[in-house]
């Protein structure tokens, strides 16, 4: 995770199988972002980063009508039509299950499966910050899923003088590194870093919501 001087970002890395270097990209702070949505099951998770350019200060999870999930850095508010329960960071260990939803805290780990979709938001703490991070473990096999999140691997080729060419388009990178916030070690990875409308292959308001 890389800060400028200017305009604070958070660093994002691509899934890629198969590729030397995963490519990463910056996201301005404070975005609140479109982070995976099914339309077919009626399913969609938003973030919101923080102003520190760390990771997330929220995320919030829907499901069909009813469900609704809310994760800040010190609680989590899940409703299903009837009835919220709040859980909070810390906490003993707490399971709920129904109706092909589950949500189970433990640690410094939320996994939460809803329909088809299972996500671990994992709570970190750095050098005073507290932030949150999603990670999807399980998603639809479908071209339909929209999102920051949407592609499980993004296949690119390496050409000379530090060139990555995505489809028919190329573009200059960089070597450079990133925190892998998907998994609670935060291991630091080597990757290509490349504008975000390259990695995303599109514009950063195609990746923006009003509210979480």
Partial sequence: MFLSA??????????????????????????KLLLLKDLSSEFSMNGELTQSGTGFSQIALHYKTDHHLSVSTTDINFSDGQKTIMLVWGQVPTKHEADGVSVILRDSELDVTLGGVRVVILLHKEGGNVFLWPAVRQQPKHDSLQGILAKTSLQYEELPANKIKISDQEEAASLSTAKDYRLSSAPIVGCWVVRLQFALQGELSDFTVAQL
């Avoid at 305009?7 to 910056?26: A, E, I, M, N, T």
């Fill in 6 to 31: 200017a305009v604070k970002s958070v660093r994002f890395l691509s899934p890629s199988s198969g590729q030397s270097k995963p490519l990463c990209y910056d996201v301005p702070s404070a975005s």
